[in-house]
């Protein structure tokens, strides 16, 4: 059975930090490209970063450069997004994602809230 399971959420004060994971089991990770994308609410989804099946590329929207950060470990078949500087408007549920060309898997997602 195919599984993607974000944890790492929660309620954050504006510039705080969180790093969210990803756990992937079910289907040969590191072939895999990994996204992360959000949904904000009331809002449709909005592609935050992505990683290549190696590792050594990254991507970023522009709103999230320099502020967030992905990485992934194949051995422990994880991607990870490291969010530093928040702001409210980063509130929503973050998707993790995986891309082997036709092929698309979804987890369920980690809501983030940014608040005082």
């Known amino acids: 059975e195919v599984q993607l399971v974000e944890s790492g959420g929660g309620l954050v004060q504006p510039g705080g930090s969180l790093r969210l994971s990803c756990a992937a089991s079910?289907?040969?990770?590191?072939?895999?490209?990994m996204t992360w994308v959000r949904q904000a609410p009331g809002k449709g989804l909005e592609w935050v970063s992505g990683?290549?099946?190696?590792?050594?590329?990254?991507w970023y929207a522009e709103s999230m450069k320099g502020r967030f950060t992905v990485s992934r470990d194949n051995t422990k078949q994880a991607v990870y997004l490291q969010m530093n500087s928040l702001k409210p408007d980063d509130t929503g549920v973050y998707y993790c994602?995986?891309?082997?060309?036709?092929?698309?898997?979804w987890g369920q997602g980690t809501q983030v809230t940014v608040s005082s």
């Open positions: 994602h995986a891309i082997y060309g036709p092929t698309k898997y």
């Open positions: 079910g289907f040969t990770f590191e072939d895999y490209g």
């Open positions: 990683i290549n099946w190696a590792g050594d590329t990254t």
